[in-house]
């Protein structure tokens, strides 16, 4: 039997892998527009690939569908692919925090271990050749490049995943192409992206970072909190909780509701607390400058933007401060409203959203609802996971169920 696999990201590799340690007798070609294997797990958790969580559930998956991924992630949980990464000679290190690296501490490792996996299996790799088509005539698949015809697959894997990080060669193209076998596709969208805000001091908050709570914001309705560390940005807000709260806030964007956030900048200590402990402060201290008295609170950066945003002269005395002017102070540090205006966009974003709708596949052997033989696996599909490994596990598991199943 001849198999095409399109792309030779996570999915595209372990499917293949699974497949011919099946069946040693299949023929597989592996096809990726890039001149080497894996370049989104090369980059992935900046070079050191966060390659895993030990707690993996449909939970931390987002989609039309996010249960269509159960069944994979049962198939092959966490301690499958510890087995699996022992099996190429790949080590470990489980975080506490649940995630889990190459012990190498290095994504390099893991690419190397894949291909030597691949030539051993004697995989074909057909690299530096972007598919542009795949077309079926009679029960065999022809594989389409821009100068050449590869003929008589009995079956293909679309993993070409989508548009998050186009700089690697990132592509809609299987997307697309299932559209022709009859897929219908959920719209895309950057997922885990720095958000744009309208704010007119990003320039001047550029570089403070803190520990907060986002909380969402759509059309008016709280949807999501998130804590954990937000970047300013001369062109809006950044660092992990803004990822997070951005796999809520992008899509909706697109259908232009109005998205805002808000930031306590202090989720940590309460309302009251904050209230009393600025209080005391200007009490203590009436001789001296708000503002100076502010940066004891907040970064020197933000304490003149506070005052501003709070209408309080940045030339004023802790003393001419009233009640009502330190409600309002705090009342920002801890809900600091912010509306969004955009993203970074897909060449800054580590996932896309969107894609093959999963209601046309078969959650259980990846094959396609609508042509036999045709497979779909990975980020291709409607299924976006939280950061912390989660994509990358979702690619593994999908990659060895549906590389399971090329082989019947
Ligand atoms: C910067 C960055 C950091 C990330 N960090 C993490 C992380 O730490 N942990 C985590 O879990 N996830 C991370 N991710 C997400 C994760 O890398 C992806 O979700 C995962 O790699 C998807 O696997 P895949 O095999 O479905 O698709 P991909 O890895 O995208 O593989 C698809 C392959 O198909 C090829 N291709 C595309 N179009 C064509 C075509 N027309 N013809 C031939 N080949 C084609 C591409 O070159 C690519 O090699 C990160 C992503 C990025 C961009």
Not at 232 to 259: N, R
Not at 312 to 341: H, M, P
């Amino acid at each position: 039997m001849k198999i095409a696999i399109i792309g030779a990201g996570a999915a595209g590799l372990m499917a293949g892998i699974t497949a011919k340690r099946l069946n040693k007798n299949l023929h597989i070609d592996i096809f990726d527009i890039n001149s080497g294997i894996g370049k989104k797990i090369l980059a992935s958790g900046n070079g050191r690939c966060n390659i895993s969580n030990t707690t993996v559930t449909k939970e931390n998956f987002i989609g039309e569908n996010p249960s269509f991924v159960s069944y994979a992630l049962q198939q092959f949980d966490f301690k499958a692919f510890e087995k699996f990464c022992k099996s190429i000679g790949l080590l470990l290190d489980i975080k506490e925090t649940c995630k889990v690296y190459p012990l190498s501490n290095e994504a390099k490792s893991v690419v190397t271990l894949l291909e030597g996996s691949i030539k051993s299996l004697g995989i074909n790799l057909i690299l530096e050749t972007r598919v542009e088509d795949i077309i079926k005539v009679e029960d065999k698949f022809v594989v389409k490049s821009s100068d050449k015809e590869f003929k008589d697959y009995d079956k293909v894997l679309i993993s070409s995943g989508l548009k998050a990080a186009p700089q690697l060669n990132a592509t809609e193209d299987g997307m697309n192409i299932a559209e022709k076998f009859g897929h219908s596709l959920n719209p895309t969208y950057p997922s885990l992206v720095g958000l744009h805000t309208d704010f007119a001091y990003n320039n001047k908050m550029q570089g403070v970072k803190k520990e907060a709570e986002v909380t969402l914001y759509i059309d008016g309705q709280k949807e999501n909190a998130i804590q954990g560390d937000v970047l300013f940005t001369k062109y809006g807000v950044s660092g992990f909780a803004i990822l997070d709260i951005s796999q809520y806030a992008v899509y909706p964007l697109s259908l232009y509701q109005d998205v805002q956030i808000a930031i306590n900048l202090f989720p940590k200590i309460n309302r009251n607390e904050l209230l009393s402990m600025c209080e005391n402060l200007f009490k203590n201290l009436p001789d001296e400058k708000t503002v100076l008295l502010l940066t004891g609170i907040v970064s020197n950066k933000l304490a003149p933007i506070l005052l501003d945003v709070c209408h309080i002269d940045k030339e004023s005395y802790a003393k001419n401060i009233n009640a009502k002017q330190i409600r309002g102070l705090v009342n920002t540090l801890i809900n600091w409203r912010f509306k969004i205006t955009d993203t970074q966009g897909f060449k800054h974003a580590e996932a896309s959203g969107g894609g093959v709708r999963t209601d046309e596949v078969d959650s259980k052997t990846y094959q396609s609802k609508k042509c036999k033989g045709l497979y779909l696996a990975g980020e291709v599909l409607d299924v976006v996971g939280h950061r912390g490994g989660y994509n990358l596990q979702y690619a593994w598991a999908s990659g060895f169920v549906v590389g399971k199943s090329l082989t019947k």
